[in-house]
């Protein structure tokens, strides 16, 4: 369970880092002259990103709440899924604010939108198909 809660801790500033610059964006002047849609993609990339925060955090109220004193077996797993399932919604949060950062340099939506799915995948493709097919290949012990 230690474990556990240092990889949410570890997580957890660079989320927070994250949301903070996304959240001082909006007061940007350029971020007005936006077309709606790509503030509307920020403002969604700032849920997802709040989202990621409450996953990550999960884990360690749940512990402090739920089961104070004590790791069992279900909350060690609760604990590896909450924060399994908050890289999913950060990935979705910084593929969005990658199309808003491309738009805002280079006025092309077709960049935007190739810059969005790059960064998502690259971002899906470490965090989780790298990790299930290293998974799958390892073999079971002797």
Same mark, same amino acid.
């Given at each position: 369970?230690? %474990? &556990?809660?240092?990889?949410?801790?570890?997580?957890?500033?660079?989320?927070?880092? &994250?949301?903070?610059?996304?959240?001082?964006?909006?007061? %940007?002047?350029?971020?007005?002259?936006?077309?709606?849609?790509?503030?509307?993609?920020? &403002?969604?990339?700032?849920?997802?990103?709040?989202?990621?925060?409450?996953?990550?955090?999960?884990?360690?109220?749940?512990?402090?709440?739920?089961?104070?004193?004590?790791?069992?077996?279900?909350?060690?797993?609760?604990?590896?899924?909450?924060?399994?399932?908050?890289?999913?919604?950060?990935?979705?949060?910084?593929?969005?604010?990658?199309?808003?950062?491309?738009?805002?340099?280079?006025?092309?939506?077709?960049?935007?939108?190739?810059?969005?799915?790059?960064?998502?995948?690259?971002?899906?493709?470490?965090?989780?198909?790298?990790?299930?097919?290293?998974?799958?290949?390892?073999?079971?012990?002797?």
């Amino acid at each position: 369970m230690r %474990n &556990l809660i240092e990889e949410a801790r570890m997580l957890l500033p660079g989320i927070q880092a &994250l949301f903070g610059f996304q959240t001082i964006a909006v007061f %940007n002047d350029r971020f007005e002259d936006l077309a709606e849609t790509v503030k509307d993609c920020h &403002l969604l990339a700032l849920g997802l990103v709040v989202l990621a925060i409450g996953l990550c955090i999960t884990p360690a109220a749940y512990h402090r709440i739920a089961e104070p004193g004590c790791v069992t077996r279900r909350a060690v797993r609760l604990s590896s899924e909450f924060i399994c399932a908050a890289l999913a919604p950060l990935a979705c949060g910084i593929a969005l604010d990658m199309y808003v950062v491309i738009f805002l340099a280079t006025d092309s939506q077709a960049a935007s939108l190739g810059g969005a799915i790059a960064a998502f995948v690259i971002l899906m493709g470490l965090w989780f198909v790298f990790p299930f097919h290293s998974r799958r290949r390892k073999k079971p012990p002797v």
